[in-house]
């Protein structure tokens, strides 16, 4: 059962943005800091990737693991209520986020997918950036 009413669990729900998330601030802010210059949400482009690498032909997505249904802790963590609408909802994010990648990869584009649970590791972070970014 939630604990909020309806009132609050709208308030609070419509309060979750889609750009500009910590995590989407973070990549940005380490991808500029490696020197690297960047579109955001590209709205031509399959999916309005999150950052767009023109020259390069690479773009980033950065997903919350709650989501798109990541397989860490947060991505298995499921809401107890309404539970047939948030997997159908969670699956269609799935196939969309798949669909996009395969749209883009057929137009000549490289893509990555940074999930939010991996931005904790900053290290790692800007290996793996850096390796996706500097790669042909």
């Not at 931005?119 to 950036?129: D, Y």
């Amino acid at each position: 059962m939630d604990k909020l009413t309806k009132t609050e669990r709208s308030a609070l729900m419509s309060r979750i943005k889609s750009k500009d998330t910590k995590p989407e601030l973070i990549v940005r802010s380490t991808v500029h800091r490696m020197g690297f210059r960047y579109r955001l949400h590209l709205k031509t482009l399959p999916g309005c990737p999150d950052l767009v690498f023109s020259r390069r032909k690479k773009v980033v997505f950065v997903h919350g693991c709650f989501w798109h249904g990541h397989k860490c802790r947060a991505g298995r963590n499921k809401p107890e209520t309404h539970k047939s609408y948030w997997d159908a909802k969670f699956e269609r994010n799935r196939r969309r986020d798949r669909l996009n990648s395969i749209r883009l990869k057929r137009d000549g584009w490289s893509v990555l997918t940074v999930w939010e649970c991996q931005i904790r590791k900053r290290e790692r972070l800007c290996r793996v950036l850096r390796s996706f970014l500097e790669s042909k």
